[in-house]
């Protein structure tokens, strides 16, 4: 039973087109067939940072708009097995996107893949609307600031009530992600802390990724983050992919200095 | 574009009098007690207890008075079949089949044919109207999910309980009195429609907003010492009462 699943969180630049690459690869790597679309049509961007720009023929709206079949569209990543990326129209806007159309493409990608990841635009607009609209789980990336977490708040009371599931009498289970955390900053009072996102939201915790200078690396270059397997980003993202198939793995990287040089003698 | 068919929520003025003076006046006042509530809230006329009388009122005016008073007239139901060319003409959408007038019946009919219409109109009646003959407090609405920022929750003429948190941005509101066992972080209306008795029972108070019978009140301006604790909101004459709730 293949699962649909959106990377969403209402806010721009938190981290979700990274997460889903990232999400995606760790899928796949673990020998999961997975297709990971980019609904952030007109600034496509999971393209660039999966490293794909150059191999792109056709994309989701050609798709959409049967001028192009699936297998035209999907880019096989060159890296991993069993991961593909279906990406967005770089030429039109979100309108191009139709429930049906949408509809139909998801409905053959479940028929071949076991995990189909949604990379949800910023806002809460129709391209955002679209991506959450089939999901049966949603990954919610927040960054530790207040702004952050109250638009993904915005965005699970969409996500219970005008997703597909929401409208069947379904819930669509719900995993918060934390990006950019910082243990310095939150013992210093400037961020806030993983167990007041937690207390706000109220959605179970998937992970906490830790700011590193590696994931911006990682973007420039075109390599998910989490194929780095030195970085702590990469291992963060990871136990994500471990806890979302089931796993029981402790957090790490979320405390300050002394555990954190602790942590890096054991896996730096 | 997409036409569906919804049923929403919906005030119902029923019209029992022809001095269109007196009931703008009492609906004036009606509005005053929740002036956030009926502002551009849409509203129907329903002329079931004019009967024929209807004939002799004014809806161009009515519509008007209406629209001054800060509602949105939307349609009329019940009234005469012979108004309806008239009634369009003003403005209304005829909301629902109207009874044939009376006065062509023959008298000996008059009477069961009467019975049946109201039997009939009874029964139409229930699906959309049957909260307002419930009587306030009977019925109760239970949130067991979190009400979420930019969600608006509604209790129409009910109690409304939420067992999950409200978060900051979000909106609840019940005719009747409302208790939320999760943390209340979001905008808080009870007694929406003036119920002056309706409270607010919280386990703990972090609340943007509150309000009671249209007496509102932003959280950081009361100095209460029981944010974030569990308390209990009413209405003493105008003012708000924030009270511990245990003992």
Redesign the interface.
């Known amino acids: 039973m293949s699962k649909v699943i959106v990377v969403t969180s209402g806010k721009g630049g938190v981290g979700k087109t990274t997460s889903s690459a990232a999400f995606a690869a760790g899928l796949a790597a673990k020998g999961h067939k997975t297709a990971v679309i980019d609904f952030d049509v007109g600034l496509r961007n999971l393209d660039l940072i999966m490293g794909v720009e150059r191999r792109v023929v056709y994309d989701f709206v050609n798709v959409i708009n049967g001028e192009a079949t699936l297998k035209q569209a999907l880019i096989k990543d060159k890296r991993v097995d069993n991961l593909y990326i279906l990406p967005a129209s770089q030429t039109r806007d979100k309108d191009a996107l139709s429930k049906e159309g949408v509809e139909s493409v998801i409905n053959e990608l479940k028929k071949e893949f076991d995990f189909i990841v949604c990379d949800s635009p910023a806002g809460i607009e129709k391209g955002a609307f679209m991506a959450l609209y089939f999901a049966d789980e949603a990954i919610i990336v927040t960054n530790p600031e207040v702004s952050s977490v ?1 638009d993904s ?2 965005i ?3 996500l ?2 005008r997703s597909k599931a929401a409208e069947d009498g379904k ?1 669509v289970k719900e995993h918060l992600l934390i990006t950019r955390y910082s243990p310095d900053r939150v013992e210093g009072g400037d961020m806030l802390g993983m167990d007041d996102i937690v207390e ?1 939201l ?1 959605v179970p915790l998937i992970g906490v990724i830790p700011e590193s200078g590696s994931v911006l690396q990682a973007s420039n270059s075109g390599n998910p983050v989490i194929m780095d397997k030195d970085s702590e980003a990469g291992q963060a993202y990871q136990d994500v992919v471990a806890r979302f198939l089931g796993e029981e793995v402790p957090l790490r990287f979320i405390d300050v200095e002394p555990k954190k040089g602790f942590f890096q003698k054991l896996f730096g | 574009m997409k036409l569906k068919g919804e049923m929403s929520m919906l005030n119902v003025l029923h019209v029992q009098e022809l001095d269109l003076e007196k009931l703008c006046a009492e609906l004036e006042q009606k509005r005053d007690e929740a002036p956030q509530f009926f502002m551009k809230s849409p509203i129907i006329v329903d002329c079931a207890d004019l009967g024929d009388a209807a004939e002799q009122l004014d809806f161009s005016l009515l519509r008007q008075k209406l629209l001054e008073l800060g509602f949105i007239p939307v349609g009329i139901r019940n009234n005469p079949v012979e108004m309806n060319a008239r009634l369009v003409d003003a403005g209304w959408a005829i909301m629902r089949e109207s009874r044939p007038s009376t006065a062509s019946t023959e008298v000996s009919g008059d009477v069961s044919a009467e019975t049946n219409q109201q039997a009939e109109v009874a029964q139409q009646d229930e699906p959309q109207a049957a909260p307002q003959v419930a009587p306030v407090g009977i019925k109760s609405l239970t949130i067991d999910r979190p009400v979420r920022s930019g969600q608006q929750v509604y209790a129409a003429d009910a109690d409304m309980t939420v067992l999950a948190q409200t978060s900051a941005g979000s909106e609840i509101m019940a005719d009747g009195s409302i208790h939320v066992y999760g943390p209340l972080r979001g905008r808080v209306l009870a007694g929406a429609r003036g119920n002056e008795q309706a409270r607010i029972f919280c386990q703990s108070l972090q609340a943007e907003l509150i309000a009671i019978a249209g007496r509102y009140q932003l959280l950081d301006e009361s100095d209460t010492e029981l944010k974030g604790k569990p308390a209990m909101i009413r209405l003493d004459g105008e003012k708000l009462i924030i009270e511990p709730l245990a003992h």
Request: glycine content about 10%.
């Open positions: 109250r708040d915005r699970l009371g969409i219970q009530s819930t706000i109220s």
